[in-house]
């Protein structure tokens, strides 16, 4: 299945290029510093990866989640 990545301003580029190499994959990108999305608080990176774990629902590509999301 297509992958989902998600990556920070500081790694993002590294995830994508990764991610990019499986056909139909998505990485979102966090703008903002920081590690474990999934378990920052922040709505948008877990919407997004509990979406993909239960279902493998892909956002679309481009997907940005914000600080304070």
């Given at each position: 299945p297509p992958l989902?990545?998600?990556g920070t301003w500081s790694d993002y580029?590294?995830?994508d290029s990764l991610v990019r190499r499986?056909?139909?994959s998505v990485t979102v990108r966090y703008?903002?510093?920081g590690h474990v999305l999934y378990l920052s608080g922040n709505r948008c990176a877990?919407?997004?990866a509990t979406r993909y774990l239960t279902?493998?629902?892909l956002p679309p590509p481009g997907t940005v989640?914000?600080?304070g999301d």
């Open positions: 989902l990545g998600a580029t590294l995830t499986v056909p139909g703008d903002g510093p877990i919407g997004h279902d493998l629902t989640c914000l600080p």
